[in-house]
């Protein structure tokens, strides 16, 4: 079973350029996570999906982030413009019950803002 | 006060020795816990979860869950090189997990 696969895995851009990550979430998921990771820090949550609604986006810096997962499988975050301090690594991870259940991550797209 | 709190460490023990890793997490209604594994550059990896009170062992892993104290802990056995890592406690609320900043672990060998 493939795992939760996020693009791209680096990304280094100048500050006031905007940036897209991509998530495939493992198959049958219907609870998907979007994560900042700073150095040092445990993951906190940037905004949570159950199939393709948003029900917990209150950590989510609305003035420039934003985030869709149409059809409820793939989702993408973006941030327009970026800004030094958003330089992290941005995890995203599937559940298939949310209650009571486990997360899984992906890899993690580092970026890095210029 | 954060949700999930963890010494940060450095932690370090010699080669076979018991690592021993604790958490406290304020939420009393917190229902499931979990132990994540992360090594440098990467994400975290599950390693273990635990629902009720008690201890729950795989392997040289041994969760320890005690809902009234408001502890959870995490016990490696025989650690090896391969251990060290940084491990994060995570605390399920049933409406959101939250996760403590880490403890980083070094087994020496």
């Known amino acids: 079973e493939a795992g939760v696969v996020q693009s791209p895995r680096y990304k280094i851009i100048e500050k006031k350029q905007p940036v897209a990550f991509w998530c495939n979430p493992i198959s049958g998921h219907n609870t998907l996570y979007w994560y900042l990771q700073n150095l040092g820090q445990g993951p906190e949550l940037l905004i949570r999906?159950?199939?393709?609604?948003?029900?917990?986006d209150s950590q989510l810096p609305k003035d420039r982030f934003s985030a869709e997962r149409l059809k409820g499988v793939d989702s993408t975050l973006k941030i327009q413009p970026a800004e030094l301090g958003d330089s992290a690594v941005y995890l995203c991870a599937s559940s298939s019950f949310p209650e009571n259940g486990e997360l899984f991550f992906g890899e993690g797209s580092r970026l890095t803002v210029l | 006060q954060k949700e999930v709190e963890q010494n940060s460490g450095p932690l370090s023990v010699p080669e076979g020795a018991i690592a021993s890793l604790n958490c406290t997490y304020s939420d009393r209604v917190s229902q499931s816990f979990f132990w994540y594994r992360q090594y440098s550059g990467k994400s975290p990896e599950l390693i273990m979860s635990i629902y009720s009170n008690g201890d729950k062992e795989d392997g040289r892993f041994t969760a320890q869950l005690n809902k009234a104290s408001q502890y959870v802990s995490l016990l490696i056995r025989d650690s090896q090189p391969s251990d060290s890592a940084t491990y994060l406690c995570a605390v399920n609320t049933g409406n959101q997990f939250y996760f403590g900043t880490g403890t980083s672990l070094t087994v020496i060998p």
């Open positions: 999906y159950e199939n393709e609604e948003a029900v917990d």
